[in-house]
């Protein structure tokens, strides 16, 4: 099995609304990653897990809480967004470290109205 | 400044041709990866190039790293109409604060015509 699989694949939410994103891998991968895409730009790094420890946060906002809640699961807890925290949500994950090659999952696509 | 500008932004080519997309970054890297995304959906990872090696083949690809220009190149041999898609350069940095961290280029969004 080689692949990251991401729920939901669309979600649609109130800015008072409290939603979670989910992450599955189950090639024994111990770095996981959240990323966020705005439309037309590269993926921008948000967290990085790595042995089910949160090792890197790129200054994100607090309505964005991730979690690690064992070494084949990430989530990402949302609340309180703004509109303009739609984009797509890209999770990832690779072999032991971030020096190694990234798989990535398919993506949530966030709307926040 | 941005980590990883590609260039060019676009590449428009008939199948059969071959497609070229340069990368360019400024700090010291561990690898530099290539990566292809089709229409907003997840990433493809296509290829890895340590700071040591200078060239890689993959099937119908060719990337190059020059650490002293501190550039990379994507070819895509014969391309089909398959190819159309956004492909990114990452890189992944050496040291420092930004250690661990995979920052990718604003991407060249290719299409092939069949």
């Known amino acids: 099995d080689t692949e990251v699989t991401q729920t939901p694949k669309h979600l649609v939410m109130g800015m008072t609304n409290k939603k979670s994103l989910k992450c599955e891998q189950h090639?024994?991968?111990?770095?996981m990653y959240w990323y966020k895409q705005k439309a037309k730009k590269p993926p921008e790094l948000m967290f990085v897990?790595?042995?089910?420890?949160?090792?890197i946060n790129e200054s994100v906002p607090s309505r964005f809480s991730p979690e690690c809640p064992n070494s084949s699961l990430l989530n990402l807890h949302l609340h309180a967004l703004q509109p303009e925290d739609s984009a797509l949500y890209l999770c990832?994950?690779?072999?032991?470290?971030?020096?190694?090659?990234?798989?990535f999952g398919p993506g949530t696509r966030l709307l926040v109205l | 400044s941005q980590q990883g500008e590609e260039d060019p932004q676009a590449l428009s080519i008939q199948e059969g041709e071959n497609a070229t997309m340069n990368c360019s970054y400024k700090?010291?890297?561990?690898?530099l990866q290539w990566y292809r995304q089709n229409s907003g959906r997840g990433l493809v990872h296509l290829i890895l190039?340590?700071?040591?090696?200078r060239e890689k083949h993959s099937g119908r690809l060719r990337v190059t790293l020059d650490t002293s220009k501190k550039s990379s190149s994507l070819l895509i041999t014969a391309s089909r109409a398959a190819d159309t898609a956004s492909y990114f350069c990452?890189?992944?940095?050496?040291?420092?604060?930004?250690?661990?961290?995979?920052?990718f280029g604003q991407g060249t969004i290719l299409t092939v015509h069949p």
């Open positions: 897990y790595s042995y089910e420890k949160l090792s």
């Open positions: 700090t010291s890297i561990n690898n």
């Open positions: 990832a994950s690779s072999q032991h470290t971030v020096r190694e090659t990234q798989y």
């Open positions: 090639m024994g991968h111990r770095a």
């Open positions: 990452a890189t992944l940095s050496a040291g420092g604060t930004s250690y661990g961290k995979l920052t």
């Open positions: 190039i340590r700071s040591n090696e």
